[in-house]
């Protein structure tokens, strides 16, 4: 394996780093894999991830590019570019596989978002005809039936209730800031046009992987509501696909981590066929 | 910001230099980060700060220990001399590169006792400013534990059901047994030498541990400053991380130190 670091895209503003395999261990005709933010976490990922993701997709023969957003972690601000965030991103995400390439001659992609990370890598897998691969962890969600029934049944959960007594015991200090921590949001798309966007990458023969977590609970809680939630494309067996119910959405737990990279290398060397698996 | 790998190919270390802007300064700053979970929150303050101290004339170097970030190595495979040596490295890299004659540490945390301990063992150093110094290792890894207690409140996951020293993680990062053995081993008030230079100690509120630290400088008639800056906003740890105050303070000590 070897790590460089590398600059490009709009004023030489983005900075990243390259990480490829042994020439010997090349996997050929393999996606490259390009990571950026989360949230604001700069490009080495949330607990190290998107480092030890690179290097183990190394190890099986794959080259990923981690690289930082403008303005985030450790590439500048543009001066041009405007003030649209969203757009800022998917251009920047664009100049990243145009980067690889120019100068690595790669032709197929793989995007892997999370959170956030999943808006650009959304946008530019339906734009943009050479990503393969689209990886979606904790993206878009919509409640439905089943949603509502178990929001409810959660106060059946022993485990909820313990919680709850062992919170009313912090010192108040503690529990305030826990609490003010909880306030996130999130812009979705239409649920019809995601709908739509699924369908044309799995005509386009795009391999994608969903994958939610326990950290989603607000508006996802169960394994089969993301089945139920794009029910017209009937999903199951297309996709690859995970629940990881007692993970957090930063996959704080370094075994709920292992977890998930052992997922996406398998999914990213197209080793594991698509089915839906439980945390 | 020019990033760059230094080090040896097979241990080789990720680093950023931030150029002096305008008039360069004879003296450089070498940012010592703090670990595990306050790295992840801190990033993006070390930027901040590394841009402020190159807009005065400092030419600048932050970088990732072994086993963190973009650096070599496993993450459990962290040991405080290890990261130790990973100091000295970065300040002759920043020699090297831009010619400054003398550097000076800026180390957050466990990164302040990492700073003192490579001058202690020899690293020449211009000026040591301890932001939020871990003092008393065993005070610190007490602190991380009661916020690991916070974290499970907020979510469904079971509070940590072994002690640190069995289960070998803190706040989601792996926490070897060697190293946490090493931290404990840190006392910064029980020193028995201090670095023969100018120590400033930023904090946004006292502790009795400060207090302890500041009476044994006072011992040992070393010039020391202490520097109470007083948090923004809502208060607590994360806030603090995050304040530009500490930021503007240590860039004016180091202005006045240079």
Redesign the interface.
């Known amino acids: 394996m070897r790590e460089r670091i590398c600059t490009f895209g709009p004023e030489q503003s983005l900075v990243g780093i390259l990480t490829e395999p042994d020439p010997a261990k090349v996997l050929p005709d393999a996606p490259a894999v390009v990571l950026s933010n989360v949230g604001l976490n700069h490009h080495v990922g949330p607990y190290r991830l998107w480092v030890e993701l690179a290097r183990q997709l190394a190890g099986r023969g794959i080259t990923t590019l981690r690289f930082d957003l403008s303005g985030l972690g450790d590439s500048r601000p543009r001066r041009e570019g405007g003030s649209d965030e969203f757009q800022r991103a998917r251009e920047e995400t664009r100049a990243a596989l145009d980067y690889l390439e120019q100068k690595k001659g790669q032709k197929r992609f793989a995007l892997i978002g999370l959170c956030s990370g999943v808006d650009s890598a959304h946008a530019v897998t339906v734009e943009d005809p050479r990503v393969v691969g689209a990886a979606f962890i904790d993206g878009y969600t919509y409640r439905t039936l089943g949603y509502h029934l178990r929001f409810h049944l959660r106060y059946l959960s022993p485990r909820r209730w313990t919680r709850f007594l062992r919170k009313r015991k912090l010192p108040a200090q503690l529990r305030e800031a826990g609490e003010a921590d909880e306030v996130y949001t999130r812009e979705y798309p239409e649920r019809s046009q995601l709908t739509q966007d699924y369908k044309a990458l799995m005509e386009r023969g795009v391999s994608l992987c969903f994958v939610f977590t326990g950290g989603m609970g607000l508006s996802f809680n169960h394994e089969r509501q993301f089945y139920e939630m794009l029910s017209p494309l009937k999903l199951e067996g297309r996709v690859t696909y995970a629940f990881y119910p007692r993970a957090d959405h930063l996959f704080s737990v370094p075994e709920d981590r292992a977890e998930l990279l052992r997922k996406l290398t398998a999914w990213t060397v197209g080793t594991v066929p698509p089915r839906a698996l439980t945390g | ?1 020019t ?3 230094f080090g040896t190919s097979e241990r ?1 270390l ?1 680093g ?1 230099h931030h150029p002096a802007q305008g008039a360069e300064r004879a003296t450089g700053v070498v940012l010592c980060y703090p670990a595990a979970q306050e790295y ?1 929150l801190t ?2 303050a070390f ?1 901040k700060l590394a841009g402020m101290l190159a807009r005065e004339g400092f030419h600048v170097f932050r970088f ?1 220990y072994y086993g ?3 650096s070599a190595g496993e ?1 459990h495979e962290g040991r405080v001399a290890t990261w130790v040596q990973d100091i000295r490295n970065a300040a002759n890299e920043l020699q090297d590169v831009t010619g400054v004659q003398r550097v000076a540490l800026v180390g957050f945390r466990l990164g302040a006792a990492l700073a003192v301990r490579a001058a202690v063992e020899g690293l020449s150093t211009a000026a040591l400013v301890l932001w939020e110094p871990l003092v008393q290792g065993e005070a610190w890894l007490q602190e991380l534990e ?1 916020l690991q ?11 940590p059901e072994s002690p640190l020293e069995v289960r070998e ?1 803190l ?4 926490f070897p047994r060697a190293l946490r053995d090493d931290i404990l081993a840190l006392d910064l008030a029980a020193l028995p030498a201090w670095p023969s230079t100018r120590t400033h100690l930023v904090a946004g509120a006292p502790r009795p541990e400060y207090q302890r630290l500041q009476e044994h400088l006072e011992r040992t008639g070393l010039p020391f400053q202490h520097h109470l800056v007083p948090e923004e906003g ?1 208060g ?1 740890q ?1 806030s603090a991380l995050l304040s530009n105050r500490s930021l503007q303070t240590i860039t004016t000590l180091l202005k006045e130190a240079a």
Not at chain 2, 149 to 159: E, I, N, W
Not at chain 2, 171 to 174: I, T
Request: charged share 20%; with cysteine; aromatic share 14%.
């Open positions: 910001m990033p760059c790998f080789q990720f950023i992840m990033h993006w930027r990732d963190t970030g973009d993450a009661l207690a916070r974290r499970a409140t907020r979510t469904l996951f079971p509070q993680e706040l989601g990062f792996p809502a607590g994360e």
